[in-house]
């Protein structure tokens, strides 16, 4: 297969390559089933950052053995009415999430509010299949976690946040939902990753140097920090998100996960805080209905010719689902050798 030529594959034939790929390395079918959902959920929505190009990181760090390939993760007994608590036992984030969303979304409809804590987790991927998970039970959401330091507090000269990403969903009966997903630095890590192995220099402005000096070079800064997104703005949201999904919950806060985990090049261990809310339950007794209103403000948002949120990543997903999802021949090889060579394939 020559380099410009694609093989196109369903999502359903892409997740058991995927699954087959982690189950060789040692995952059991909870985490690799799991994991394997959101990778190939980045490929359909063309979110490439979160793809396949993912697997390997996994690998690396169950050869790390900084991961628990064979958890189980655990729903644990109730602590307080609206606080639910997944331990993940030293797994992915992805299979306690997946335990933990329908009990999280029985008790926001009984209560109105109510909070998922995932604890001693290895991070993976984007936060909005987890928000998706909840809108798709007609609740609103917001999920967010600490992730290794690599990011610069505004004024700083050095990692001390995490790229700390957080996602808020919006339920739309009968439609896609409303989701955005986003670090507060100025662009997730895997983008300065993509610009390195592609040879382009960063935009102005994303990132300093080890020494604390602005550069456009995606090598140096790997080795220095990235900067928040809109200075002070995202520095306090970021700082936000490490108290509520790293102090509050009593897990690890980026610096203490960098320190723990001892390298960039491995998945970080932490936890993760996600909220659930029931739009009825709170506009019970006002006027008008709540998803009426917002298809309203929606419609008066799109009306002024801006583009709501993920509408890109919905449209590839439903090209993916009509025509499939198309993986250049180099794709198709790194899977190939993931599979054949499993833990081998990574140092």
Same mark, same amino acid.
């Given at each position: 297969?020559?380099?410009?030529?694609?093989?196109?594959?369903?999502?359903?034939?892409?997740?058991?390559?995927?699954?087959?790929?982690?189950?060789?390395?040692?995952?059991?079918?909870?985490?690799?089933?799991?994991?394997a959902?959101?990778?190939?959920?980045?490929?359909?929505?063309?979110?490439?950052?979160?793809?396949?190009?993912?697997?390997?990181?996994?690998?690396?760090?169950? =050869?790390?053995? =900084?991961?628990?390939?064979?958890?189980?993760?655990?729903?644990?007994?109730?602590?307080?009415?609206?606080?639910?608590?997944?331990?993940?036992?030293?797994?992915?984030?992805?299979p306690?999430?997946?335990?933990?969303?329908?009990a999280?979304?029985?008790?926001?409809?009984?209560?109105?509010?109510?909070?998922?804590?995932?604890?001693?987790?290895?991070?993976?991927?984007?936060?909005?299949?987890?928000?998706e998970?909840?809108?798709?039970?007609?609740?609103?959401a917001?999920?967010?976690?600490?992730?290794y330091?690599?990011?610069?507090?505004?004024?700083?000269?050095?990692?001390?946040?995490?790229?700390?990403p957080?996602?808020?969903?919006?339920?739309?009966?009968?439609?896609?939902?409303y989701?955005?997903?986003?670090?507060?630095?100025?662009?997730?890590?895997?983008?300065?990753?993509?610009?390195?192995?592609?040879?382009?220099?960063l935009?102005?402005?994303?990132?300093?140097?080890?020494?604390?000096?602005?550069?456009?070079?995606p090598?140096?800064?790997?080795?220095?920090?990235?900067?928040?997104?809109?200075?002070?703005?995202?520095?306090?949201?970021?700082?936000?998100?490490?108290?509520?999904?790293?102090?509050?919950?009593?897990?690890?806060?980026?610096?203490?996960?960098?320190?723990?985990?001892?390298?960039?090049?491995l998945?970080?261990?932490h936890?993760?805080?996600l909220l659930a809310?029931?739009?009825?339950?709170?506009?019970?007794g006002?006027?008008?209905?709540?998803?009426?209103?917002?298809?309203r403000?929606?419609?008066?948002?799109?009306?002024q010719?801006?583009?709501?949120?993920?509408?890109r990543?919905?449209a590839?997903?439903?090209?993916?689902?009509?025509?499939?999802?198309?993986?250049?021949?180099?794709?198709?090889?790194?899977?190939?050798r993931?599979?054949?060579?499993?833990?081998?394939?990574?140092a």
């Amino acid at each position: 297969m020559s380099e410009s030529e694609t093989t196109i594959l369903t999502t359903a034939e892409l997740g058991r390559r995927v699954e087959a790929i982690l189950r060789g390395a040692g995952l059991n079918a909870v985490q690799a089933g799991a994991v394997a959902r959101v990778i190939v959920a980045g490929e359909r929505d063309a979110c490439k950052s979160h793809g396949i190009y993912r697997i390997e990181g996994v690998l690396r760090t169950v =050869k790390a053995g =900084k991961v628990d390939p064979q958890a189980v993760p655990e729903l644990l007994a109730q602590e307080a009415p609206a606080i639910l608590r997944v331990d993940a036992r030293s797994g992915f984030a992805n299979p306690a999430v997946e335990l933990g969303a329908p009990a999280l979304a029985e008790r926001a409809r009984r209560l109105g509010v109510a909070a998922l804590v995932i604890n001693d987790c290895t991070h993976f991927s984007a936060l909005w299949p987890e928000v998706e998970l909840l809108t798709g039970m007609g609740l609103a959401a917001l999920a967010l976690c600490p992730s290794y330091a690599t990011v610069a507090p505004t004024g700083g000269n050095r990692p001390l946040l995490g790229t700390n990403p957080l996602a808020f969903g919006w339920p739309r009966p009968g439609r896609t939902p409303y989701v955005f997903d986003f670090a507060t630095s100025v662009a997730a890590r895997g983008e300065i990753e993509l610009h390195r192995r592609a040879g382009r220099p960063l935009p102005e402005g994303w990132a300093i140097d080890a020494d604390g000096r602005p550069t456009t070079s995606p090598a140096a800064a790997l080795a220095g920090a990235m900067l928040p997104f809109g200075g002070h703005k995202g520095s306090a949201i970021g700082t936000m998100i490490e108290l509520l999904a790293g102090i509050m919950i009593g897990d690890l806060t980026s610096a203490e996960a960098l320190e723990q985990l001892g390298s960039t090049a491995l998945s970080p261990a932490h936890g993760e805080l996600l909220l659930a809310f029931s739009p009825e339950a709170f506009a019970a007794g006002r006027p008008g209905a709540p998803f009426d209103r917002a298809e309203r403000l929606f419609e008066a948002i799109a009306g002024q010719g801006a583009r709501l949120p993920s509408r890109r990543r919905f449209a590839a997903r439903a090209r993916s689902e009509a025509e499939g999802i198309r993986l250049t021949a180099a794709e198709i090889a790194l899977l190939d050798r993931l599979l054949a060579l499993g833990l081998d394939a990574v140092a």
